[in-house]
RNA sequence: AGAGCAGGCCACCUUAUCGCUGCAACAUUAGUUGGAGAGGAAAGUCCGGACACCGUAGUGCGGCAUAGCGGGUAACGCCCGUCCACCGAAAGGUGAGGACAAGUGCAACAGAAAGCAAGUACAGUUCGGCUGUAGUGAAAUCAGGUAAACUCUAUGCGGUGAAACGCCAUGUAAACCAACAUUAAAGGGCGGCACGUCCAAGUUGGAGGGUAGGCGGAUUGAGCUUUUGGGCAACCAGGGGCCUAGAUAAAUGGUAGGGAUAUACAGAAUCCGGCUUAUGGCCUGCUUUAUUU
């Protein structure tokens, strides 16, 4: 039976460990969807959880604390917002690494779209890879 | 009403819903319910402390900081009162406000000359640039000004900084620690220098440092609030009441409706007391100008 996926985001599922950090940066895959990127490496977890995230604002662009929490807060709110496209069609363990590259403040709305379209582009790579 | 001065307060609220981090209760695996959840500057890291560790940090020199007087405070470079000086028409503001009767240095314009070299005019004269006057200047061989000039005086200051520090698990070596043994020099460490002081190899025992992880440190405190008394005030003393974020790649957010519309600067990271800077709005008192009565 189906597991139902609901729009959570407890603290087990975020990312904490500084090696696997550190792995994603320098041997991570990556997508880029306009400001969204996103880097992802394929893993396996001690507690029960399929994936764990993290999500980062440069400092070098926005150099105010007010404004990177916020873009890290639409960030979440996209993501958890569209965990089931990831959750209900995906196996394996991932860490999950978001930056936003973009210049300006965005909005949810803007990130949502872009949450999406990342998530699905990351769906068909990893078919993709695993069918070859 | 205009212009200005001083001080205080607030920091969008609310309902529903989807989420996040602690706490409490119930379950004691999953979870459910309840309640709490950024600031006046959380910022800059500029001062002062608490706390912790470092070879107990001693002495001298050096260095740094402060500077009327009195008070407050855990302490301060902060605050309060007051005198003086300056600015302003006033309300009020500003303040590197100790000492030039120790030494050294500096001094625009004017002036012959503002200290080592020169000497104007007139008069006196013991013929010595010796005396007086004039003239320049704030000040003239007699001192004065200047210490955001060196300097002197008084007072204070050991260093590092929560990534400190303590503990747990993992655990490899000659590097760590303790005890014993033991010593001469070189060398090295300890805040800049000197004095001073400490350190090596061996044996035995314990297990350190580094790396990644967990727990403590960590939120009850020079706390908040109310009241009485003292004080011009800063503040102090007593009584009553309250518990008010505690994360760790780092919680406090999203959506919808309503309050007519819009929402400044900005995000806790060991904790306090200040200062400075950023910034939306409201209120109070005072000064002054003009008009009306």
Redesign the pocket.
Known sequence: MEKTV???????E??????L??AL?TEGSGIREHALKLLYIKTAFDDDVQFK????APKKKF????????I???M??AY??NKPLVFNNMEGNFAF?FLYLGDDMP???AMDKGMKKLLTAFLKKERNEKNV
């Open positions: 609901r729009f959570t985001f407890p603290k087990k975020r990312l904490k460990s500084k090696k950090f550190k940066f995230v993290a999500f980062v150099n105010s604390a007010v404004k990177r929490n916020r890290k807060r639409l979440l709110e958890r917002m690494l909005n949810l709305e």
